[in-house]
């Protein structure tokens, strides 16, 4: 839900306050739809029900599940258009069905999904080749659907028209004592992000960027936003790296729960080489070395280089800027049915 959120307003989670499932937006607050809909754009939101309910206040032309037939009403409008379009195919448990004699006792410990025990015992008996070519299989489905949408953009005559934006809201880890996406392990933290379309040469970013970052992109490619609307976010449009010869870095901000200590919020401040982690309502940090493709243990108790030393100390006060942020805002929450919470729960979410 942070991820999500920040995608489409531009907010790190300080501002728009969507830490949870239960959370809704401060009022006031501006979404992706409400831009491209004074634009005069037609706007599309397919994703499962818990997230349409999100953004089911926004000025949304048509929404529905992945599978909505609404969508190919987006596509045919006359007027531009701009869809959100998300897909579980490629989420735990990847079309994984959990044998009938398999036994709970066999995890490294329990879930209260049993589908999530499975996966771990898998992983824990070496027989991850069985998740592997369950996932390639559920890539290979939702490839499939987008490049149906891609078809039928030719078909039209949009698709040379059209940016097409593929990325995640988080990549999943399995390591003992944690839950699966809700940490700041690298594998959680890394996830592919594409953008491809008219004007856009082909190039590979290697400094880390965000996905705040997502929606001033988009509507600068579009040509649609105001200098006032664009100066009240937290991202920065990222065509500028895009076209630019160097690949500058800079810090960028994650933000969410930590594991089972959801009342607990967390934020990360990472460059290339460092991340502080720091929770932000009681007093806990950690700060890591980034190495390949895993992080250090802390380092706070260890003398540090001068580029470490000046690093934390920037981050820091990045830290703290967001905390004094939080602290100003109050939370908008709302109920969850049981049955939402319920299936949530078999997600690995509560």
């Not at 959120?5 to 937006?25: G, K």
């Not at 809700?182 to 594409?194: D, G, I, S, T």
């Amino acid at each position: 839900m942070p991820s999500h959120a920040s995608m489409l307003t531009a907010l790190d989670v300080t501002s728009h306050m969507i830490w949870s499932w239960q959370h809704r937006f401060l009022p006031g607050t501006q979404t992706a739809f409400d831009l491209f809909h004074r634009a005069g754009y037609t706007s599309g939101c397919f994703a499962i029900p818990q997230l349409v309910d999100l953004f089911s206040e926004f000025q949304i032309d048509y929404s529905g599940n992945t599978d909505s037939h609404n969508l190919l009403k987006c596509l045919e409008s006359p007027q531009p258009f701009f869809t959100f379009w998300h897909t579980f195919n490629v989420h735990f448990p990847y079309g994984i069905v959990v044998p009938r004699d398999y036994n709970d006792a066999e995890s490294d410990y329990d879930m209260t999904s049993r589908t999530l025990n499975y996966l771990r015992h898998l992983i824990v008996t070496g027989q991850t080749d069985i998740i592997r070519d369950s996932y390639r299989r559920e890539v290979r489905r939702a490839a499939r659907f987008v490049q149906g949408v891609v078809t039928k953009l030719k078909k039209l005559g949009k698709v040379e028209n059209t940016y097409f934006i593929i990325t995640a809201d988080h990549g999943e880890t399995w390591l003992k004592g944690t839950t699966f996406h809700n940490n700041f392990h690298e594998a959680v933290l890394n996830v592919p992000l594409a953008i491809t379309g008219p004007g856009i040469a082909p190039r590979r970013l290697t400094s880390p960027v965000s996905l705040v970052d997502l929606l001033p992109t988009m509507l600068e490619l579009c040509e649609v936003a105001s200098a006032e609307e664009v100066a009240a976010f937290d991202g920065v449009s990222l065509v500028p790296k895009l076209e630019a010869q160097a690949d500058e870095a800079h810090h960028v901000v994650i933000a969410g729960p930590d594991g089972g200590r959801a009342r607990h919020r967390y934020l990360a401040v990472r460059n290339q080489e460092w991340m502080l982690v720091t929770a932000m309502n009681h007093w806990c940090e950690s700060f890591h070395q980034l190495r390949e493709d895993a992080a250090s243990s802390s380092l706070l108790d260890t003398a540090l280089p001068e580029a470490g030393r000046q690093t934390l100390k920037e981050f820091r006060a990045v830290a703290e800027r967001h905390t004094e942020r939080l602290l100003s805002n109050k939370d908008n929450v709302t109920e969850l049915s049981a049955t939402t919470e319920k299936k949530l729960r078999a997600l690995g979410y509560v």
